[in-house]
C-alpha cells in the first residue's frame, strides 16, 4: 500500500482488504453464524483514530468483515464491551451520540461522494448521503435514506444495565446495491473493482458523556476527523467464493498529494500539535487537561 502524507509528518499507510463472494444467503440477524463469516476474515482491531503511534491503544477490541452477492454488500463487526448502552431509538438521529459502529463507503475514485451509516446497540440507524467532503465545502444529505437496508445487533450481555460485565456486541448489516442508487449503483461491483471503506466506533466513558469521546477506526485517519476519504482503507472485489481460494491484494496505480494543499488553511481545523508527546501517548481529553495546567507541555 502507498502511504499517504499527514499534516503532521507522518506518513499514514491505509488499510486494504479482500471482499470475496458469500458462499450463500446471508440472514441478517446479528449472530453471523453463516458458514460465510465463519470463512471470512476479519480486519486487524481497530487502531485510535489518530494512530497507535501517537495515542494509546483502544481499551476494548473492534474488528469487521465484508462479504458481497449479487443484491448486497454485507458487513460485520465485533464490539467489546464491558457496559453495552445505548439511548437512541429515532432513524436518523446523531447515532455518534451515544456508543456506535460507523460505516463509510465511498465507491468512485473520481467523485468526492460517499456515503455513512452509523448504528447504535439498540439496532438505531443514521444514513447519509455527502456530496463531497466537509472540508472541501461539502453538505450531508440526511434526508437520504438507503432503500432496502437491513441491519441487526446481538447483545452478550446486558443491554442498559451497569451493575454486571458484558461481554459486547455484534452488528451485521446487508446494503443493498441498488440502495445506492444516489450514485447510479444498481449492480456489485466487477471483480478487481476498488473501492474506499472505513469504519469507526465511538467510544463514550459515562463520566465523559457529552464532553469527550474516544474514536477507534479500522483504517489511520492520522487526525480526528473521518471526513478525510485519501486515508479509508481500499477494498477489493473478488469474485472467488469466499473459502475456495485466495486473491492478492494489489492497489490500483493512484495519484498521492497532500490532502490539504489546495485549500485555505483558514478553512481548515488546526493540524495536530503532538508536542503533548514530549510526556509520552495520551487520549485527547488528557492532552487537552495537560496543555490547559500551568506547567503545560510547549
Request: negative net charge; aromatic residues 14%.
Amino acid at each position: 500500500m502507498v502511504s499517504i502524507p499527514a499534516r503532521d509528518g507522518r506518513w499514514v499507510k491505509p488499510g486494504s482488504y479482500v471482499c470475496y463472494k458469500a458462499a450463500g444467503t446471508i440472514d441478517v440477524d446479528g449472530k453471523l453464524n453463516e458458514p460465510s463469516w465463519k470463512r471470512a476474515s476479519w480486519t486487524g482491531n481497530f487502531i485510535d483514530i489518530e494512530g497507535n503511534d501517537v495515542r494509546p491503544v483502544p481499551r476494548f477490541g473492534t474488528k469487521a468483515m465484508m462479504l458481497w452477492d449479487d443484491e448486497c454488500l454485507h458487513v460485520a463487526a465485533d464490539l467489546e464491551e464491558p457496559d453495552v448502552w445505548g439511548t437512541l431509538t429515532k432513524r436518523d438521529s446523531v447515532i455518534c451520540n451515544d456508543n456506535d459502529f460507523e460505516v463509510f463507503i465511498k465507491p468512485f475514485e473520481d467523485s468526492p461522494s460517499y456515503f455513512e451509516f452509523e448504528f447504535n446497540a439498540l439496532n438505531t440507524v443514521w444514513d447519509l448521503f455527502l456530496n463531497k467532503a466537509y472540508y472541501q465545502g461539502g453538505t450531508a444529505d440526511i434526508s437520504w435514506d438507503c432503500k432496502g437496508l437491513k441491519h441487526a445487533v446481538q447483545v452478550d450481555g446486558t443491554l442498559n444495565w451497569p451493575l454486571d460485565i458484558d461481554r459486547g456486541w455484534t452488528i451485521e448489516i446487508s446494503i443493498p446495491w441498488t440502495g445506492l442508487d444516489k450514485l447510479g449503483i444498481n449492480k456489485p461491483p466487477k471483480s478487481g473493482d476498488q473501492w474506499r471503506v472505513n469504519f469507526s466506533r465511538v467510544e463514550w466513558e459515562r463520566q465523559l458523556v457529552g464532553k469527550y469521546c474516544d474514536n477507534w477506526t479500522w483504517s489511520n485517519m492520522s487526525e480526528i476527523n473521518m471526513h478525510i476519504p485519501d486515508y479509508w482503507g481500499i477494498v477489493l472485489f473478488s469474485d472467488i467464493v469466499v473459502g475456495t481460494g485466495e486473491e492478492a491484494f494489489v492497489e490500483k496505480p493512484r495519484i498521492v498529494k497532500p490532502w490539504w494543499e489546495s485549500f485555505d488553511p483558514s478553512r481548515l481545523p488546526p493540524a495536530p500539535d503532538r508536542s503533548y508527546l514530549q510526556q509520552g501517548r495520551m487520549r485527547y481529553w488528557e492532552e487537552m487537561k495537560l496543555k490547559a495546567s500551568p506547567n503545560k507541555c510547549r
